[in-house]
């Protein structure tokens, strides 16, 4: 296979070529050697073998230390291209439970003629995860607390972004997961990984995946769907379990959302459902407007026939995940964060297995003293604590975002 070997800018010039077919390929893979070059790992992406059977690939090299870099590095300079190649500005809309925002801020906050605007519920995401995005002393960079959840944040997005002629007046794009070339840039994790593994594993090898808003372990799929054999996903929920619960009975039934450990995760609405949903009902739109308006006003859908086979799942709450950061630690000699470890939950042993390790455990200091004693540290999370927090509070509506973008857009 050409691509076994090769480093992680040629794997995903190699896939995303076939994709950006507007950009030039000698300049698309020049903007991919540029988003990687700043992660401190020469692989990017290692794959860390910790037993027979058992890896971890780690997703958090990058800028701020979580699997978002991957794509909002690559997405950064694909809208600094847009605005250069177009000679217009560009403003971007983004909703984070946590890491997309600091990833979206860090990608974009210095390319010319770009503001971004990063919706966050607040006091639900980590101090470090907030200061990763008010701290930056970036003018284009704009943190908004919004009153709520995860969910009212995204909300209000998907309401501004369907605005269509305020969306055309300042010229907006999302960073989220909304956006497909984000989805795409997470496939190249997935494929780097499988090269990586035996001849033995490949095909047999299962991904587990810490996911809240269904977007990481979307990718994987669309890979598998693409032809690569990758046997098969565990979607690892926290106590926001919804996606659990959906792939266990085939009910999608909404909850309330309840703050927890593993707070990236603290998500009901799984934006990226829709697009399984959109595929599973082979590609009928109406068929999936109609599901998701019943789930909409009713909080729940059954669904009698569904095609599940690629994926189990698991539900880990808050009670569990110290525990199994310890369990972890102590059999291998290896720290997870607590995203990460609710992807070791009731894990098949002697199995081929890669989890995805999502974030660095330093972005969760206080969790990681309580579990193990040891409170990981990064220099770029420390620098972060000397500066002062920027940000704005706004209520969870979409009136109020427009009139805040409507005085600082660029």
């Keep these: 296979m050409r691509l076994e070997g090769k480093g ?26 540029g988003s990687y070059a700043d992660f401190d790992d020469p692989q990017k992406a290692p794959l860390r073998r910790l ?10 090299h990058g800028p701020t230390l979580a699997f978002k870099d991957f794509a909002l590095q690559f997405l950064g300079r694909l809208y600094a291209r847009q605005c250069a190649v177009r000679g217009e500005t560009l403003n971007v809309l983004g909703a ?33 995860q907030e200061r990763q995005m008010a701290c930056t002393g970036a003018p284009n960079v704009h943190a908004i607390a919004v009153d709520g959840t995860f969910d009212d944040a ?28 984000r989805v795409l840039a997470q496939c190249v994790y997935y494929l780097y990984a499988w090269l990586r593994l035996s001849a033995a594993e490949r095909e047999v090898a299962t991904f587990v995946v810490p996911t809240g808003n ?7 799929w669309m890979l598998q769907q693409m032809g690569v054999p990758i046997h098969g996903f565990r979607v690892a929920t926290n106590q926001n379990d919804i996606l659990h619960r959906f792939f266990l009975t085939g009910d999608y039934v909404l909850g309330p959302v ?22 599973g009902m082979g590609r009928d739109s109406a068929r999936v407007r109609a599901v998701l308006e019943e789930f909409a006003a009713k909080g729940a859908y059954r669904f009698a026939k569904f095609d599940r086979s690629s994926f189990t799942s698991s539900r880990c709450d808050d009670t569990e995940i110290p525990g199994i950061i310890r369990d972890v630690y102590q059999e291998h000699g290896y720290i997870v964060d607590p995203h990460t470890a609710c992807g070791f939950k009731d894990l098949e042993r002697g199995l081929p297995t890669v989890v995805l390790a999502t974030a660095n455990p330093a972005k969760f200091p206080d969790t990681l003293r309580a579990a193990i004693g040891i409170e990981p540290t990064h220099p770029s999370l420390e620098r972060l604590k000397e500066r002062p927090v920027v940000r ?18 660029v």
């Design 96 to 128: 984070t439970s946590g890491d997309t925002g600091a990833a979206a801020i860090q990608g974009l906050m210095h390319c010319p003629g770009a503001a971004v605007f990063i919706l966050y519920p607040n006091g639900r995401v980590s101090p470090l």
């Design 51 to 60: 037993a027979p059977g058992l890896h971890v690939l780690e997703l958090f």
């Design 258 to 279: 309840r703050p927890s450990l593993a707070p990236s995760m603290d998500i009901q609405v799984a934006s990226n459902f829709e697009r399984f949903l959109y595929y």
């Design 214 to 220: 269904f977007g990481n372990v979307l990718a994987g």
């Design 8 to 33: 992680y800018a040629e794997v995903a010039f190699e896939l995303l070529r076939h994709f950006a077919t507007d950009v030039p390929e000698p300049e698309l893979r020049k903007l991919l050697v």
């Design 392 to 409: 704005v509070r706004l209520p969870a509506e979409a009136g109020a975002i427009r009139a805040f973008i409507d005085k600082h857009a």
């Design 154 to 181: 995204q909300r209000v997005l998907k309401a501004v972004l369907s605005d269509g002629e305020f969306s055309r007046r300042h010229r907006l794009s999302a960073v989220n997961s909304i956006n497909l070339a």
